[in-house]
């Protein structure tokens, strides 16, 4: 009888999860707001009324996602973050993952310039090699965020919109492609806009596969830094020591990039480990660390990196990463 209790209180328990986390709201296509939206789609974009109505007749309301997009895991401390993405299996799951796709990876840095290391790293950040693609459909994701108070609402209804165009060039069902808590789709997670832009096709066809084939993930991977200016063979950090007690160090570490020479570094009481290159601009990047914290300079590369997540967590999880994969793989052959 207790057991039959404890398990009726249970199921009751994960039914209440499960209303919280995910319901049905067929009244939330008659918003006036999503009715503005969807007569924008058919204004400028030739959609069909009905078709859209019926698409966010069946959107689900999920509170999980503005949860999560108000406290993204960006927000936490370094030495946190750190220990999510530079551990020993995903350096060497990168390796295996290097190894497996080497043919493709070396033809991608060819035609591109973008280090196969860079390209290996990203995939291991966004979805662990393709292992976490995303459990939530992009169009409740888009929509939950789009029409609501967040302050990033006006820049998930451009991707809303995004994500309308790609589903109908590349042939998707909006309501089954599923993808990040933000809309983020495939190995690669680009977001509609940037799959638009970005992805391309290892074949040359219209047809560009970001789940399943490779091929395409890689070189998209690669196109998108490219795009954002990547510099073959530049480097993308420089460590740095940074005397203790320096009164003028934090002006510098919260200023935007700029030119700065030895000299000026040093009177800041940054002394980096190798030259600094004149010809770009330079920020200095302070990590919070468990016992002290790091001191990075992030070159232009670093700032290429920065384009795919605005983060100097991310951009330092995936260059140290990438490091790591390099390092062990040379040193495994």
């Known amino acids: 009888m207790l057991n039959r209790l404890i398990l009726s209180l249970c199921l009751g328990f ?4 499960y209303t919280f986390n995910a319901y049905a709201d067929p009244s939330f296509a008659q918003r006036p707001d ?13 959609f069909q009324r009905t078709e859209l109505e019926d698409i966010f007749s069946q959107v689900k309301i999920r509170p999980r996602v503005l949860q999560s997009i108000k406290a993204p895991m960006e927000q936490a401390a370094w030495y946190n973050y750190q220990l999510i993405f530079i551990t020993e299996s995903h350096i060497r799951q990168g390796v295996q993952f290097w190894d497996k796709n080497r043919q493709i990876l070396a033809q991608a840095e060819k035609i591109y310039g973008v280090p196969a290391s860079i390209i290996v790293a990203t995939i291991g950040v966004e979805t662990k090699y393709g292992k976490n693609k995303g459990e939530y459909p992009v169009i409740d994701a888009l929509a939950n965020i789009a029409f609501s108070d967040s302050h ?15 589903a109908r060039e590349q042939h998707l069902n ?34 560009v596969d970001l789940n399943n084939s490779m091929p395409d993930i890689i070189y998209s991977v690669a196109n998108y830094y490219q795009k954002h200016g990547w510099k073959t ?24 990039p700029s030119h700065l020479t030895t000299q000026e570094l040093a009177s800041y009481g940054i002394l980096p480990y190798s030259p600094v290159p004149t010809n770009q601009p330079i920020k200095i990047i302070e990590l919070k660390g468990l016992h002290q914290n790091e001191y990075w300079i992030g070159l232009h590369n670093f700032y290429v990196i920065k384009s795919y997540n605005t983060s100097d967590l991310y951009a330092m999880a995936l260059y140290q990463l990438s490091y790591y994969i390099t390092a062990l793989r040379e040193r495994t052959g």
């Open 14 to 17: 994960l039914s209440l999860l």
């Open 174 to 207: 909006p309501l089954t492609v599923r993808g990040s808590y933000a809309g983020a789709m495939g190995q690669p997670q680009f977001m509609p806009s940037s799959y638009r832009e970005y992805a391309v096709s290892y074949n040359g066809g219209s047809k």
């Open 152 to 166: 990033r609402a006006g820049y998930f209804r451009q991707e809303l919109e995004q994500f309308f165009l790609l």
């Open 34 to 46: 999503v009715q503005k939206f969807i007569q924008r789609m058919v204004t400028k974009y030739h």
């Open 233 to 256: 063979k530049q480097a993308v950090v420089i460590p740095t020591l940074v005397m203790k007690n320096h009164y003028r160090l934090a002006s510098l570490v919260n200023s935007k």
